[in-house]
């Protein structure tokens, strides 16, 4: 799922963080990626599980109270379901007019690194500047190694969680329309979507070893670690862009999925996975259902 790489990359142009910032220790509800979830009207735990959009099988292997919590339920819910038309979509959405093209928006020394990029990731480069800015990023928003996989046939942790749970008879729904997201990386202001480029680039070189570091925090359930690089790249950039990034990502959708999940949660014995920078702090999903009367309770 695009957003789901794109809130990836949120981690990776930042690049390695050496300790766990200050700020982010007292974030509530950063230590855990699976929790139940009970409302006040005795209807059946339900489950909200932090996911990480990649292939790797360390990953992709659920931990036994996270499986047995999936398997007892009735209904998964993740952010987006990606079908067919919706993938025709989002291509199409990330395309610029016939008449544009990437590298016109870029300097000269843009267009030199995009082109290097480009053959890093073995992708042609009259390919890649057909793309909108936001739409190029999300090319490079994984590394190499997990884009390999996924043209092998390997499905991220997300996908695989929907297939397991059709293949089970479960009722599977999204809390977005692909729509909604489109709009979100669409809707954002063209010089952050180049800020948020220019960062990419500058960053590609070392992807794989972010990306391990990343996937290594999520396996140790440490979402502090993992939402305070976001939270480090927003108190550095004098320009808000990556406020501005954090807000239509990730706080402004939180509240939509949480109000989409009311339902559910009312109903009892649901699954929701959703990108594990959404459960913590004080927007966090998990806050945002505390706030609702929700009684929320980590299991692991």
């Not at 979507?193 to 960062?199: A, C, I, K, N, T």
């Not at 979402?223 to 004098?238: P, Q, R, S």
Request: proline fraction near 5%.
């Amino acid at each position: 799922m695009l957003v789901r790489r794109l809130l990836a990359l949120a981690i990776l142009v930042i690049g390695v963080a050496g300790a766990r910032p200050a700020l982010a220790d007292a974030m509530p509800f950063s230590d855990g990626i699976l929790w139940r979830i009970e409302g006040a009207d005795g209807a059946a735990a339900s489950y909200l599980f932090g996911t990480l959009h990649s292939t790797d099988d360390r990953v992709n292997a659920l931990p036994e109270p996270v499986s047995r919590a999936f398997a007892e339920s009735r209904t998964l819910a993740i952010e987006c379901i990606l079908d067919g038309p919706a993938t025709i979509r989002v291509s199409r959405a990330m395309l610029l007019p016939p008449s544009e093209h990437l590298d016109a928006l870029l300097s000269a020394a843009q267009v030199a690194r995009l082109k290097e990029v480009a053959a890093q990731f073995h992708f042609p480069f009259t390919m890649v500047t057909r793309f909108k800015p936001w739409g190029a990023v999300a090319f490079f928003s994984l590394p190499p190694e997990e884009l390999l996989r996924t043209a092998g046939g390997k499905k991220p942790l997300d996908e695989n969680l929907r297939a397991q749970a059709e293949a089970a008879g479960k009722t599977v729904l999204g809390l977005e329309t692909v729509d909604e997201q489109i709009e979100t990386l669409d809707g954002m202001r063209p010089d952050d979507q180049l800020q948020m480029l220019d960062s990419t680039l500058q960053q590609a070189g070392d992807i794989e070893k972010v990306f391990t570091t990343l996937r290594d925090a999520y396996l140790a359930r440490d979402l502090t670690t993992v939402y305070g690089l976001l939270n480090a790249e927003k108190n550095d950039d004098a320009t808000g862009a990556a406020a501005r990034f954090e807000q239509r990502l990730i706080v402004d959708r939180n509240r939509r999925m949480v109000d989409r999940m009311d339902k559910l949660l009312r109903q009892g014995n649901a699954f929701v996975a959703v990108g594990a920078l959404h459960l913590p702090g004080s927007h966090g999903i998990l806050q945002l259902l505390t706030d609702e009367g929700y009684r929320v309770t980590r299991v692991y």
